[in-house]
């Protein structure tokens, strides 16, 4: 079963250090995950994403990385600002029906200046 | 940059009352979803459409809940008789292409009362 609640994993980090997000998916069929960041009373953000033929991908101070084997992605954040305090959400698109996106429960990062 | 917009942001409603909940999604985009997150717990996918029709809801979407899109542009969720636990942020979000990023709108809060 889920659990449910209102506490999430929370990371803090120094200003200009760097940020590791880790999460576990569940359908090992699954062949394509985003990466989404949510402040505070806005929608899911979109970050990086990543197919499932690739193992790491890059982008602007972003590094996403998948390992299939044990179904586990990351999100590195290079000289994490104050600008990147948020919750960070993985999903991972369930390639059936029209590609419904799965989430994980989220993890909160805090930036401290 | 182009962007998925929600309105009203928030809506309170009277249990059994019925509300519509109003997306605008990003222009060139094919596929449309409505999402909701209740209040500290993970995004959960409700319901995809593409085409004109739902192509997969989740068992959440039940006969109270319809989607319709009624001109070019807007996707609206219906609630017909909203009940104490549909109190949530409403999520919609839209994507072009097959494995593409959806894009998700800010959200509707909704509070039932």
């Known amino acids: 079963g889920e659990s449910v609640g209102l506490h999430l994993p929370t990371l803090s980090v120094q200003e200009g250090d760097n940020s590791i997000i880790n999460c576990a998916y569940s359908n090992s069929a699954s062949d394509y995950f985003i990466w989404y960041k949510q402040e505070s009373g806005k929608g899911p953000q979109f970050i990086i994403d990543i197919r499932s033929n690739m193992d790491k991908r890059q982008g602007q101070r972003v590094t996403v990385l998948l390992n299939k084997t044990v179904k586990h992605l990351s999100l590195q954040i290079a000289a994490t600002q104050p600008g990147d305090s948020a919750v960070y959400f993985c999903?991972?698109?369930?390639?059936?029906?029209?590609?419904?996106?799965?989430f994980g429960k989220g993890n909160q990062v805090v930036v401290i200046p | 940059e182009p962007e998925v917009t929600q309105t009203p942001s928030h809506q309170v409603t009277q249990m059994g009352q019925e509300v519509i909940l109003r997306c605008v999604p990003i222009?060139?985009?094919?596929?449309f979803y409505w999402y909701r997150q209740i209040l500290g717990q993970k995004v959960e996918f409700l319901v995809s459409f593409y085409n004109n029709e739902i192509s997969e809801k989740s068992e959440i979407f039940d006969d109270q809940f319809s989607v319709e899109r009624p001109d070019g542009s807007n996707f609206t969720l219906k609630i017909r008789s909203t009940k104490l636990e549909d109190s949530a942020m409403y999520f919609c979000?839209?994507?072009?292409?097959?494995?593409?990023?959806?894009?998700f709108g800010d959200g509707t809060r909704l509070s039932i009362l």
């Open positions: 222009s060139n985009h094919l596929y």
């Open positions: 999903a991972e698109n369930l390639h059936y029906g029209n590609n419904r996106l799965a």
């Open positions: 979000a839209s994507r072009g292409r097959e494995n593409q990023p959806q894009h």
